[in-house]
Structures are given as C-alpha cells and as structure tokens.
C-alpha cells in the first residue's frame, strides 16, 4: 500500500522540474520510493518519501545526504543525493540493473562484475574507511560499474589493516544473505581482495590486538 502517496492532506509535492515516471518503485520499513525523470536532461531520479512527516525525518533523511556525499568522494558511487526543496524527500540518482543479490541469486555474476566488487572493497579499505551495511540489496551493477545506493554509518579508520578486516566481516555477513550457495564465491572475492591489498604477515591478529585495545581504552572511531 502507498501509504505515503495516498495521504488525503498530503505534505509532500512534486519537486520543481521534475515529471513523475511512476508512483512506486521500492519500498522500506520508513520510506516509499518514486520514479521520476528530471526535465532539464531527461535522467531518471529516485525520489524517496518518508511515510509520515514526523520531525526526526528529514533528519533521516539529511543524514542519508550526507552519506552518499560520502559514498561520491570514496568513489563507491558516481551521483550525490540531495534533499529537495522542500526539505522532506529524497532526490537520489536511479540506476536501473540488477543488485548484488539478484546476480548471486541468479548465477549471473560474471568475471567483470566480480572483478568490480574486489575493486570496490580495495578502495574503501585503501582509504582507511570502514562502510558498514553495504549489503547485497545496497548494489547496483549498472551495466558499467557497482554503484552503492545505501549503507549504514562510515567510519574513518587508523589505517588499511583495521578498515579491511573491518569491511570483511561485515560483507561476509552481508552479502551470504539470500545469496544461496554462492558462498564460495563470496569468499573468493574477499580472497581477492585482501591479496590485492597486500596486507602484512598476521593483520589479522594486528586487527584482534587493535580491536582489544579500543575495548580497553573505550575509543571509538570517527563515524558519519
């Protein structure tokens, strides 16, 4: 059900240059999802419309903004999401493909997309960052490159060692939902990437240490 689009008063409105395309295209456990196609160049944007206009909305949805921001500047997506005008819904890019799921799903990963997805891990953990919630649903192939269009905070890591093992853990748990019998797969691309990384003798018992130390001291990394 629509909800948010059938409210009788309702608080939302169509953004400035926009047209609609369709009412529904997704849907989560706080928001619904529109299709619409920006006038000005003809490309096609998702605009994201919380089911109520409670207050700790548009901090929600600020926040996601400032996420994908993020997501641009690390290179894990090639558009930024922004709020529109009226300060209550989402404008994000829409990338029409099939997600990381389907593709495990399906037996359809081919060797460039998997090639891709060790690319995509590289660069985060290169950069010292650790994206949480990059689930199998939160990719996008779109016929080029993996584009991540949600994930949960990001945090700025003391180096590649902590990040990866970080990022590893999460994407095994991540990635092996709905992914069937495709986690031999999954932990070769992690394999992949780990030796592309280059990573010194033991890291993983560096990241145990670390992590340990963190405990001990109660510091917490810096997270977005």
């Known amino acids: 059900a629509l909800v948010a689009l059938q409210q009788p008063h ?21 928001s619904r999802v529109a299709l619409l196609r920006r006038v000005a160049d003809g490309a096609l944007i998702a605009w994201k419309i919380p089911l109520d206009d409670a207050p700790d909305r548009a901090a929600m949805l600020e926040l996601l903004a400032r996420r994908s921001a993020e997501w641009q500047r690390l290179g894990l997506t090639e558009d930024g999401s922004a709020l529109a005008d009226d300060g209550r819904t989402l404008l994000q890019p829409f990338y029409a493909g099939p997600t990381l799921e389907a593709c495990l799903r399906d037996g359809t990963l081919t060797a460039a997309m998997r090639a891709g997805l060790v690319q995509l891990l590289v660069k985060i953990a290169e950069q010292h960052r650790y994206v949480s919630g990059i689930s199998s649903r939160n990719l996008v192939h779109d016929g080029r490159r993996w584009q991540v269009i949600d994930s949960g905070a990001i945090a700025s890591l003391p180096g590649v060692v902590e990040a990866w093992h970080r990022q590893r853990r999460d994407i095994r748990i991540q990635w ?9 797969v999954i932990e070769s691309i992690l394999e992949d990437a780990e030796q592309r990384l280059e990573l010194p003798r033991f890291s993983g018992l560096r990241w145990t240490l670390a992590r340990l130390r963190r405990a001990v001291t109660r510091s917490r990394p810096e997270k977005l």
């Open 10 to 30: 309702r608080w939302w409105q169509l953004p400035a240059g926009h047209e609609l395309e369709s009412w529904h295209v997704g849907a989560g456990k706080t």
């Open 176 to 184: 092996t939902r709905g992914a069937g019998d495709q986690g031999a």
